[in-house]
């Protein structure tokens, strides 16, 4: 069954007739600076808000906003339809499959309950894939701060990549590089379905494993070839994980070859004791 819904052009919860929204424009820059501001703010302000009260609040208080905006966005969909055509859309091709919506309830669930695991995932998902949108946010040219859909958007893509550094600042947790296999485990999940999906629904682009995005976006530059996206994708993904993990890496490397240096020289000095120490004389030897 089909549920179609006509598309509005009106106010403040539709889109602009036309381009509304431009690359490195105030609109643009000014949601990461807030958010990169945050971030240092958090790290100077841990241990106060480690200490508050409050701390347990404030991460539910973030987890639900995130649940609320995801919330948001389909009874938005629901009244405008699909932005940047008249053409009735379905909405079916708005499932929950991609994977900005995925990082968003993930970092909701690693915010209200301190979850380790959850953790794992938003480390390398939030700081990796998260990230790219700031850069192309093709999604919402035709919707700029006189939008909903612009608020929305920095919402779903900015919290959960500032609740990464809270849990690390705050709570101290930790990135494990060994742990890499779960955002690669989420994420073949998440692709085997939306590559289902869009062989099944038409009109469908999960994950922009069909095609690319209106605007223009680093999805725009790869073949419209799912197999060949998907590929390319496995192989963005390595180098990218690869490059967080670099610093991780490093830290054992150094760590294990001081460790060993230590053991080197412990063994040298024990050696050593053992040569200079004096030998006890035979108490039976008499003569």
Known sequence: ?????????????GYSLTQDFEYWSLAHLLPIFLLIGAIIATYFLRNKIKNCKFEESLRFILGFLLILNEGFYYWRVMYVGNGG????????????????EWSAYISAFMLMKKSKHAFDICFYVCLTLGIIPYFMPAVIMQT????ARYYQFWIEHLIPVYAVFYMMFVHGFKPNYKKVYKPFAMLAILATLA???????EGANFMYLASG?????????????IPVRLLLYIGILIVLFSLLSLPQIIRDIKAFKAKKKAYIKQDEKSLTNDYNEPKNPDLNDND
Not at 1 to 13: A, K, L, P, R, S
Not at 144 to 147: A, S
Not at 213 to 225: F, K, V, W
């Open 144 to 147: 700029g701060p006189g939008y």
């Open 195 to 201: 590559i289902i999906a869009n062989y099944n629904i």
């Open 213 to 225: 995005t209106a605007g223009d976006s680093i999805a725009n530059m790869l073949p419209e070839s």
């Open 1 to 13: 069954m089909n549920f179609d819904y006509e598309f509005y052009y009106e106010g403040f919860f």
């Open 85 to 100: 055509s008249s053409d009735p859309t379905q909405l079916i091709t708005k499932i929950p499959l991609q994977v900005c």
